[in-house]
């Protein structure tokens, strides 16, 4: 069954260093989305992708933060100075249509020192 | 724009059920349903779309009221396995996703 895949699965980085998170989405999947969420606390949208552009972003996805889709088959989330309140568990999902179920890969662990 | 949940958590004895809901302050265009359990990602439920559905999968399901602003989950005959936090989840007409405030269950034997 195909899946979505991150790497790497944890990440550990100083404050103040760029990171950037990878993801693979299924495969003829046209939707892409980040989500981050906080130990404990619910699962929070960043950012929506779709035909090689944002669609949508919310307001934590600021200046900070940007992503891409470089080939065919990569989705990245890059952080550029990351800060403390940066750790959290970020997830990658992709669906085929806008409004159908969405399917999160594994989460990659953050944490910013 | 973010929806409600109520309760924040639950704890049930196996075999008895229980409800989730998932309130807006106004009308949705969908609502999913999504399944988190400790340590991993959150995992589709279902989707209803349209005012007063319902729908069902094995045990577990949910409803979507007339003015599409309140939806509710189903857990009947509760298992062991259903325990996680559930997260309802709304879609505008955007690419927007914004997940409810979750409501933890705890299936006891």
């Known amino acids: 069954e195909p899946e979505v895949t991150q790497t790497p699965s944890h990440q550990v980085t100083q404050m103040g260093q760029e990171v950037i998170l990878r993801c693979v989405p299924i495969s003829n999947h046209l939707y892409f989305y980040w989500y981050r969420q906080i130990l404990g606390q619910k699962v929070e949208f960043l950012v929506s992708?779709?035909?090689?552009?944002?669609?949508?972003k919310s307001e934590i996805f600021d200046d900070q933060f940007s992503v891409e889709r470089p080939d065919g088959s990569n989705f990245t989330l890059k952080i550029r100075s990351t800060k403390l309140e940066d750790s959290a568990m970020y997830f990658c999902a992709s669906s085929g249509q806008g409004v159908h179920e969405q399917y999160f890969g594994p989460g990659t662990r953050l944490t910013v020192t | 724009q973010q929806p409600v949940q109520s309760p924040q958590a639950v704890i049930l004895r196996e075999g008895e059920d229980a409800v989730i809901n998932c309130s807006s302050s106004k009308a949705l265009y969908s609502v999913h349903w999504y399944r988190q359990k400790h340590g991993e990602a959150p995992v589709f439920l279902m989707i209803l779309l349209k005012g007063g559905e319902q729908k069902g999968h094995e045990k577990i399901s949910a409803s979507f009221n007339e003015k599409k602003q309140q939806s509710s989950l189903y857990l009947t005959a509760s298992q062991l396995s259903y325990s996680g936090t559930y997260f309802c989840g709304t879609g505008g007409t955007g690419n927007q996703f914004y997940f409810g405030t979750g409501t933890s269950l705890t299936v006891i034997p």
């Open positions: 992708f779709y035909n090689n552009e944002i669609s949508e």
